[in-house]
């Protein structure tokens, strides 16, 4: 568990990366990015960071008022996950503002740091009314945890109803599916179907410690027990594990141990995992654990299949997934054509359970 010193140093490190957009006016969908960062910038409570659209000068907190009081009612969607979160606040199918901060994982991380993160995540999109927030977060599972988020959630956000589902829900909603199969393979791993009779089943998400088999923290912590089995059989690291030396900026295997016990969050491994992709062209060991990677994301895939009796569609999500083609191709190869990639961000589906609950009551 961290100590203080360590509280207090993670803390500045996460009011630097949360950062906040306006997007008044945006189109449903239009959820990318600015890569160059253009844009006036602002610093919003908490040490955020705002960035608003060239040219506007209304402020997020009037014209969110202005199209609440016009009847489009504002619902905010979050998407908590365990190495980044992401916050979208919309009205009427109109994006107004998106706020990005560090993960939020209300399971793994200590109460304080998860707290401190979200309710910075919060106040970066401004002075904000939301009349309904769905919430989609890593570590839900947890009973605990996931009261402790909802007790904050509805402190944080007075009057607004309040919902908390486990991430894995944002996934089939923001695909605009009722029924199917969820893969997320990101920081951790987790499978999720729902039938259309709306049984459910979810297989996976134990966390990094137990397993998250294919995920990045699992692949991380692979490559590094591959490279330390051939250095102690006598062997030399070979192009993987010079890569994890230079990416832990450690001399040697002895180092190293030392250097990853230090990380005590998934997302710290996580950002290690690219090291195997890396090398997969020129270390047959790399390219074994990306196709140890896909057995393990298959195979949660395939016990959904088995407790729901469904056959598909499979929406693979998740950063690492996506944006890593040897693996997302070598799952497609077990799990056949029914594979689709997600196109909207999870958030959207957060807003869209959001809004659904109105209707609900």
Not at 15 to 42: T, Y
Not at 69 to 79: E, K, N, R
Not at 244 to 270: D, I, K, N, Q
Not at 319 to 348: D, Q
Request: proline share 5%.
């Amino acid at each position: 568990m961290p100590g203080d010193g360590d509280v207090r140093r993670q803390a500045r490190k996460d009011r630097a990366g949360c950062r906040c957009r306006n997007r008044l006016g945006a189109a449903r969908g239009a959820h990318a990015a600015d890569p160059r960062g253009r844009g006036a910038a602002a610093r919003a409570p908490g040490g955020a960071r705002a960035r608003h659209r060239p040219g506007s000068t209304a402020s997020p907190q009037q014209s969110h008022t202005h199209l609440v009081s016009a009847g489009s009612p504002a619902v905010l969607g979050l998407d908590i996950g365990g190495s980044s979160s992401r916050a979208r606040l919309s009205a009427g199918g109109r994006i107004l503002a998106e706020a990005e901060g560090p993960g939020a994982n209300v399971a793994a991380l200590p109460p304080a740091v998860a707290e401190r993160r979200l309710t910075e995540l919060i106040a970066a999109l401004g002075q904000i009314h939301p009349v309904a927030c769905c919430a989609g977060a890593a570590g839900a599972e947890v009973p605990e945890a996931r009261a402790r988020l909802e007790q904050l959630l509805i402190h944080l956000l007075p009057g607004s109803r309040v919902s908390v589902v486990h991430d894995t829900r944002l996934v089939l909603a923001a695909a605009g599916r009722e029924s199917g199969i969820v893969l997320i393979a990101g920081t951790g791993s987790v499978a999720y179907g729902r039938d259309r009779r709306g049984r459910e089943a979810r297989v996976g998400g134990w966390g990094w410690l137990l397993g998250d088999d294919g995920s990045a923290a699992w692949l991380a912590r692979e490559a590094a027990r591959e490279v330390m089995r051939r250095v102690e059989s006598g062997g030399a690291g070979g192009a993987l594990g010079d890569a994890l030396l230079g990416a832990t900026r450690v001399r040697g295997a002895g180092e190293l141990t030392g250097r990853l016990h230090s990380y005590r969050e998934p997302g710290r491994w996580a950002a290690l995992a690219y090291v195997v992709f890396d090398t997969a062209g020129q270390d047959p060991g790399a390219a074994a654990l990306i196709e140890r990677g896909a057995d393990g994301l298959a195979d949660l895939v395939e016990r959904v299949r088995k407790v729901l009796s469904i056959k598909g569609p499979v929406v693979l999500a998740g950063g690492l997934i996506l944006n890593h083609k040897p693996l997302e191709s070598a799952v497609r190869r077990r799990l056949g054509r029914s594979t689709v990639r997600l196109e909207e961000p999870p958030v959207a589906g957060a807003v869209r359970l959001a809004g659904a609950s109105l209707s609900n009551r």
